[in-house]
């Protein structure tokens, strides 16, 4: 009876680590596919031009992911303005990248006076309509000659805040999908 037990512990043992590995690749694949089709829009260049009081700040970004990215806005704290795009294609036949224009003049509240935290922020939303937001910090730096601050924007080290679903959210998209194709 000894032998049954362990015979049956052996079948039950070695059933649970083939189902196991199955679903562990089910799962990685998934997320795999799911990953290929979410857009990574992120800014690869900025230039500036000084114009007297005027600074003049050229980001210029495009998607690096493998999916279209929907209403891109581009927004500076300490800047009265606003920069959107409705589509941004990846990398491909239709690829552009986009380059914004943001004018800070001498009375722009990010050039007079100092600030605890600023930011550029990039937002999106995928083909399904989840917010993804990448935020770059910008520090304040002093002109000596003009009493006005200079600004630069860490473009190495951003902060990406994308959406966290589950598997099976994952899996219903990637279905629907399917099913529209």
């Known amino acids: ?51 007297g009081n005027v600074l003049t700040l050229f980001p210029e970004f495009e998607n690096v992911g493998g999916g279209v990215a929907h209403d891109c806005q581009l927004h500076m704290g300490g800047w009265d303005g606003n920069f959107a795009v409705k589509k941004v294609y990846p990398r491909g036949a239709r690829i552009q990248k986009q380059r914004a224009s943001i004018v800070l003049g001498p009375e722009a509240p990010i050039r007079t006076q100092p600030v605890s935290n600023g930011y550029l922020r990039l937002r999106y939303l995928d083909r399904w309509g989840h917010k993804y937001d990448c935020w770059y910090q910008v520090t304040q730096i002093k002109n000596l000659a003009l009493p006005l601050y200079n600004v630069q924007i860490d473009l190495d080290h951003p902060e990406v805040n994308r959406p966290i679903l589950s598997f099976w959210d994952m899996r219903k998209l990637l279905r629907a999908l399917d099913q529209e194709d």
């Open 1 to 51: 009876m000894d032998w049954l037990f362990w015979t049956g512990l052996g079948l039950f043992a070695v059933i649970a680590g083939v189902v196991t590995f199955y679903l562990y690749a089910l799962v990685a694949r998934t997320r795999k596919e799911f990953r290929a089709l979410q857009p990574d829009v992120t800014i690869t260049n900025l230039s500036a031009m000084n114009s």
